[in-house]
């Protein structure tokens, strides 16, 4: 009996690795080559493996893309969790931890993040993708707009702050700094500079 659950550990392990693998390789082959050249039969290449047993893992390359989107809407929300709670602190304070807390999830992750924000700029993908992608920018925009609109309240923020209008830019600007730090080739000191110098920016907006 315990020689079968061991085998049955062995398995389960052999395959979160292969799934693990199939979900890296695809993040590598869309950031470098586009959605268009993430093919199964790309993926299955790069891991020296056939289609087939890419085939037996997912039905196709938009399901693993919707599992890696998954994965990263749990790690990025997981971040800004802690940001939410705190509940004592000022609204810039919350809203510079939400700031920090994505961007040390790109630095971490520039390649997920990078095809998170592909995804939102190409709109590559079946609905399920599509609309996935919506979803986790449109979540937050949401975040860092209450943030912000609670801050302008508490007259905490500068007077005028359209805070819809600011939570727009501040997740545009975001993603277009992803864009920026993919062509230097994610070099993570120019990823701290474009972090600092967006950070900078908002802080020099929302205070009185």
Not at 26 to 34: I, S
Not at 104 to 129: D, I
């Amino acid at each position: 009996m315990t020689q079968k659950r061991a085998r049955k550990t062995k398995h389960e392990l052999s395959r979160e690795t292969t799934v693990a693998l199939i979900k890296q390789a695809t993040t590598d082959l869309f950031v470098e080559r586009g959605y268009q050249n993430c093919t199964i039969e790309a993926i299955a290449r790069q891991l020296g493996m056939t289609k087939g047993a890419v085939y037996h893992y997912y039905a196709s390359k938009d399901e693993i893309i919707a599992s890696i989107l998954d994965e990263i809407e749990a790690s990025i929300f997981a971040s800004i969790e802690k940001a939410g709670s705190l509940d004592d602190a000022s609204a810039e304070r919350r809203l510079v931890v939400f700031l920090n807390a994505q961007a040390s999830y790109a630095m971490h992750n520039p390649k997920a993040f990078c095809l998170l924000v592909l995804c939102l700029v190409s709109f590559a993908g079946t609905e399920l993708v599509v609309d996935k992608v919506r979803d986790i920018f449109d979540r937050l925009e949401t975040i860092i707009r209450e943030i912000v609109a609670e801050g302008a309240a508490a007259a905490e923020f500068s007077a005028g702050i359209d805070p819809v209008s600011l939570a727009r830019s501040i997740v545009g600007a975001y993603a277009g700094n992803v864009i920026a730090w993919q062509r230097a080739g994610f070099a993570p000191e120019i990823g701290r500079a474009l972090v600092t110098e967006l950070r900078q920016m908002i802080l020099a907006r929302i205070r009185s």
